[in-house]
């Protein structure tokens, strides 16, 4: 289980999982679970471009990823966010469909883009998705007050002289990277569980947003590494562990919220009745 590829598969699955845990504890503050998963899904279709004109699909992903981020956040911009990341999914999964079906070669590598092939990750592909990792968590780490104060408090940010709109578009760009970075080699369904599953997770068990933030990234490397190694030991697909294993991440979270509020656990500052940003 720790010998040969599968080291690149963990190696690549906590960075993932890293990643995931960061960009999906905004992700779930700002309820833009709808982008998280537009956004991944769409850019499989500059996977297919690239392979149609015979580029490296990373390019196409990164490609198609950005358009995507920039085009909700110029549609989104006067109008309801949810519509404009509903139409671009649209429009990218309708040119998705165009480039495969011109390209025959294409076609078998479509499971693999929704699924993923974390257990067969080679060095080429882990060496750029540690670049890519390392510049989103810098860009969180930059964006960290000002997207926290937007994402709770849009209004008082506005005051304090805070451009909602270009940290949203600064935010929508992070995802991009992340889907960019990830998505070749987990695939669509991998990272959107774990952006929203061990986030949203991880703000039932505390109110305060660092403890949060790090107790997400904790929640998705768990949730990864269990999924490797119960798919090593069984041969069904790490997709499926991940799922399940996040959706009983949440729901465990879920019954600790609720069961705080109903005993009335108190904290230094007076009594808690669950996490004031659920």
Not at 76 to 85: I, L, Q, S
Not at 118 to 139: E, K, Y
Not at 183 to 198: E, H, R
Not at 260 to 276: L, M, N, Q, W
Request: charged letters at 10%; hydrophobic letters at 60%.
């Amino acid at each position: 289980m720790f010998s040969g590829f599968m080291i690149h598969a963990w190696t690549v699955a906590t960075i993932v999982a890293v990643v995931a845990g960061l960009v999906g504890f905004f992700v779930v503050l700002r309820g833009s679970a709808f982008v998280a998963h537009a956004i991944p899904n769409g850019s499989f279709a500059g996977a297919a471009a690239a392979s149609l004109v015979g580029i490296n699909t990373l390019i196409g992903f990164g490609v198609f990823a950005f358009f995507g981020a920039f085009s909700i956040s110029a549609l989104g911009h006067r109008g309801r966010h949810d519509v404009a990341t509903a139409l671009t999914l649209v429009l990218m999964l309708g040119l998705g469909a165009l480039f495969v079906t011109l390209s025959v070669e294409y076609t078998p590598e479509v499971y693999s883009l929704l699924f993923g092939e974390i257990l067969g990750v080679s060095i080429s592909q882990l060496i750029p998705t540690a670049g890519l990792a390392v510049v989103c968590v810098i860009a969180i780490a930059l964006l960290y007050r000002p997207l926290m104060l937007s994402s709770l408090l849009p209004d008082v940010a506005e005051a304090r002289g805070i451009a909602t709109a270009r940290i949203d578009l600064a935010f929508l760009a992070v995802v991009a990277l992340a889907t960019t970075m990830t998505v070749p080699v987990v695939g669509t369904l991998l990272i959107f569980s774990l952006m929203i599953g061990a986030p949203a997770a991880a703000r039932s068990f505390t109110d305060k947003p660092l403890q949060a933030l790090g107790l997400s990234v904790a929640i998705a490397l768990a949730i990864v590494w269990a999924a490797i190694a119960l798919s090593y030991q069984t041969n069904y697909p790490v997709g499926f562990f991940v799922g399940t294993v996040s959706a009983a991440s949440y729901t465990v979270g879920r019954l600790w919220a609720a069961w705080t509020r109903h005993a009335g656990i108190r904290s230094p500052t007076g009594p808690r009745v669950g996490p004031k940003y659920t």
